[in-house]
């Protein structure tokens, strides 16, 4: 697999001039490798001429399914705007990867990995297993980063050597969905093993149908964004399917 993009050079310079809420948690993966934008929002915008190769293959034998990908990222010129660890900030990105496996229809198993490019090094390990089919499902999952990226949210980028940025984040999920007609409920919850505090918990309680959503969801943040203590959320969400998605926000 091959992508060619050509763009113009934003420059840091000129991201600056707006603020940055929604693109700085910033992970690559196989997942944004060919995005055309690989922040997660819109207030910074990748700019450049770029060349994205991949390698994808997979097989599939009486049910049973496995699927991989390999894949790295070239510019012609080293992006300041990326943060040092972010795998993008050099010409040549790091190495991205992810293999799934699924021997049944009720078991899927999938590992993500990002490896230095120069010295081969884990810099990101994504692991997540999923277990039951239609009405009851439990899903569990490890992370590990060589960096935090919540320490973004207190400083610009890119962010200084002294900071706790360059400290590894090791953190286990746990979730649930069940489905009953047209209702839904999920619970998740999120650890970092490595302080051993709760990361957030989200509980989603929905009812859909063929033109119509309607979803409570509460959100509980345990982790520390510009100095603050967390934050509860309570938040119910209209969707109509031909129109678009209405928020109000109770808490």
């Known amino acids: 697999m091959a992508e060619v993009i050509?763009?113009?050079?934003?420059?840091?310079?000129?991201?600056?001039?707006?603020?940055?809420?929604?693109?700085l948690?910033?992970?690559?993966?196989?997942?944004n490798l060919f995005g055309f934008n690989r922040f997660p929002g819109i207030d910074l915008l990748e700019g450049g001429d770029r060349l994205n190769l991949a390698m994808h293959t997979a097989w599939y034998l009486n049910g049973t399914a496995f699927d991989s990908l390999v894949g790295q990222s070239y510019r012609d010129y080293k992006?300041?705007?990326?943060?040092?660890?972010?795998?993008?900030?050099?010409q040549v990105s790091d190495l991205v990867a992810r293999a799934s496996f699924a021997p049944t229809q009720w078991l899927n198993l999938t590992y993500r990995t990002r490896l230095d490019q120069a010295t081969y090094q884990t810099r990101m390990i994504d692991t997540f297993a999923t277990v039951g089919s239609g009405a009851f499902t439990v899903n569990a999952g490890y992370l590990?980063?060589?960096?935090?990226?919540?320490?973004?949210?207190?400083?610009?980028?890119?962010?200084?050597?002294?900071?706790?940025?360059?400290?590894?984040?090791?953190?286990?999920?746990?979730?649930?969905?069940?489905?009953?007609?047209?209702?839904?409920l999920n619970a998740s919850a999120q650890r970092?093993?490595?302080?051993?505090?709760?990361?957030?918990?989200?509980?989603?309680?929905?009812?859909?149908?063929?033109?119509?959503?309607?979803?409570?969801?509460?959100?509980?943040?345990?982790?520390?964004?510009?100095?603050?203590?967390?934050s509860s959320a309570v938040m119910l969400q209209l969707t109509f399917k031909t129109v678009g998605t209405f928020g109000f926000r109770a808490l």
């Open 144 to 184: 590990y980063t060589a960096d935090n990226p919540y320490e973004q949210y207190d400083q610009p980028l890119p962010p200084p050597t002294t900071t706790t940025f360059f400290t590894p984040r090791r953190e286990v999920t746990a979730g649930v969905t069940a489905r009953w007609e047209d209702y839904r």
């Open 25 to 31: 948690d910033m992970e690559f993966s196989d997942v």
């Open 79 to 90: 992006d300041n705007l990326f943060a040092e660890d972010t795998g993008l900030h050099n």
């Open 192 to 230: 970092n093993i490595q302080t051993g505090q709760m990361d957030q918990v989200n509980v989603t309680a929905a009812y859909e149908d063929e033109c119509f959503i309607v979803a409570l969801l509460y959100n509980r943040r345990y982790t520390s964004y510009n100095g603050d203590s967390g």
């Open 6 to 23: 050509v763009a113009p050079r934003t420059g840091i310079s000129q991201q600056n001039k707006y603020p940055n809420e929604d693109s």
